[in-house]
């Protein structure tokens, strides 16, 4: 039986190799020069397009492509819904649609992305990497699927893709592939080049197209629509209508502090929503995962419950602590711990956390308790002593008179 991180209070020493061989880039040209897998970056090192993407220096088209589909956007599945409220013109839910570039082992270039309701930034109904490469000297746009433990680790972390839990490309399952023009209705714009085979909701193929322009509202439109065998629509956009999206402010927030914590607010709590107090209690849900996206533990887990716990707790793992300090009801924190706030160079091996380790942390708060009452201050007679600014003189306890002073 996995046994809850707060058990894990003995740590001996031993490590996990993670490595992992990185295949050869799909769908190479072999009319192009081979490019080397970047280098991965350093914890914390800022990742961005223009420094991670070999390919894309020799290929502007793919890097112009690559910085307009990443970003934050809002829309809804109705056309002209991207602005106003949380619902959009046709009664819509609002949608958001994060991504960004990350690293992963054995691919030149790629970008995380996921979309999801606006009021629910913690579960996102779509979640992939985005590739570009060249097939015969035609520009493609391979769409990857996640890994489950990948997708449950990442979401959310497209706001801090330098912190994006590793990756290779064997990891990766790809689902779709589209062929990319310059010329179509958008500057940047594809479609699959025929349906694709999936069973998915009672379809058996589907279709995509992708578009987006390089405007100052930076819209994207995005339609996926599935066919059961006899050839009729199942689920999807009705065209020619699409997602569409325009460039936001992200919904999310990240900080990070200055040991390195970093703590991502993917659901905010509502105005005076009560929060928790230093030496307060919370009671909250929590998973927890490696970099390499392997789950370690959580209290989702059938037969477990939701946590109690006194925060600062007496468990080893300070970045937790800090990242749970202050929390709201109904608020939903990511947090990604360095190793040196968590098990530290000596890791938790009956846990199955190596050392050296960096922790994912999902944390939802569903209840605070406010702190005790402490006892008053005592004087040297062991009277109670008033606080500064208070009116009130001091009282004994119940049941004892004054002291006289000495």
């Given at each position: 039986m996995q046994k809850p991180v707060w058990a894990l209070l003995v740590a001996m020493a031993g490590s996990v190799g993670l490595g992992a061989a990185a295949p050869a880039q799909p769908g190479a040209d072999p009319s192009q020069p081979e490019s080397a897998t970047p280098a991965r970056p350093a914890p914390g090192e800022a990742i961005t397009i223009d420094d991670r993407a070999t390919a894309i220096e020799r290929d502007p088209k793919a890097g112009e492509a690559m910085k307009l589909l990443a970003g934050s956007r809002r829309g809804t599945s109705a056309e002209g819904g991207a602005e106003g409220g949380a619902e959009g013109d046709a009664g819509e839910t609002a949608?958001?649609?994060?991504?960004?570039?990350?690293?992963?082992?054995?691919?030149?270039?790629?970008i995380y992305f996921?979309?999801?309701?606006?009021?629910?930034?913690?579960?996102?109904?779509?979640?992939?990497?985005?590739?570009?490469?060249?097939?015969?000297?035609?520009?493609?746009?391979?769409?990857?699927?996640?890994?489950?433990?990948?997708?449950?680790?990442?979401?959310?972390?497209?706001?801090?893709?330098?912190?994006?839990?590793?990756?290779?490309?064997?990891d990766l399952n790809p689902s779709l592939e589209l062929d990319m023009t310059v010329e179509g209705p958008m500057p940047i714009w594809g479609?699959?080049?025929?349906?694709?085979?999936?069973?998915?909701?009672?379809?058996?193929?589907?279709?995509?197209?992708?578009?987006?322009?390089?405007?100052?509202?930076?819209?994207l439109r995005i339609a996926e629509r599935g066919f059961n065998a006899r050839g009729e629509?199942?689920?999807?956009?009705?065209?020619?209508?699409?997602?569409?999206?325009?460039?936001?402010?992200?919904?999310i927030r990240s900080r990070t502090t200055e040991d390195g914590l970093v703590v991502i607010t993917l659901?905010?709590?509502?105005?005076?929503?009560?929060?928790?107090?230093?030496?307060?209690?919370?009671?909250?849900?929590?998973?927890?995962?490696?970099?390499?996206?392997?789950?370690?533990?959580?209290?989702?887990?059938?037969?477990r419950d939701a946590q109690r716990m006194q925060i600062p707790a007496p468990i080893p793992?300070?970045?937790?602590?800090?990242?749970?300090?202050?929390?709201?009801?109904?608020?939903?924190?990511?947090?990604?711990?360095?190793?040196?706030?968590?098990?530290?160079?000596?890791?938790?091996?009956?846990?199955?956390?190596?050392?050296?380790?960096?922790?994912?942390?999902d944390v939802e708060c569903l209840h605070v308790e406010a702190p005790p009452p402490q006892p008053p201050d005592l004087d040297a007679q062991g009277n109670p002593v008033a606080q500064p600014g208070s009116t009130t003189p001091p009282q004994p306890p119940a049941g004892e008179t004054p002291r006289p002073a000495k």
């Open positions: 949608l958001r649609y994060g991504a960004a570039p990350i690293v992963v082992d054995g691919l030149d270039n790629a996921e979309v999801s309701r606006e009021d629910d930034a913690a579960n996102p109904f779509r979640q992939g990497v985005f590739h570009f490469y060249r097939n015969r000297g035609e520009l493609r746009l391979r769409v990857f699927d996640l890994p489950q433990g990948m997708r449950e680790a990442g979401v959310g972390m497209w706001i801090v893709p330098e912190h994006f839990p590793r990756m290779a490309a064997s479609a699959t080049m025929c349906a694709v085979p999936v069973n998915r909701d009672g379809a058996v193929e589907m279709t995509c197209e992708l578009g987006v322009d390089g405007g100052e509202q930076g819209r629509q199942v689920w999807g956009t009705t065209p020619p209508d699409a997602l569409k999206f325009a460039n936001a402010e992200p919904v659901i905010a709590p509502a105005p005076g929503t009560p929060k928790h107090e230093t030496g307060g209690a919370v009671v909250v849900h929590y998973t927890g995962w490696l970099t390499d996206g392997r789950q370690f533990d959580s209290t989702r887990m059938v037969g793992i300070k970045g937790f602590n800090d990242g749970v300090a202050g929390i709201a009801v109904g608020e939903r924190r990511r947090l990604v711990i360095p190793p040196a706030l968590g098990f530290g160079d000596t890791g938790a091996p009956r846990g199955g956390i190596p050392a050296n380790a960096t922790l994912i942390f």
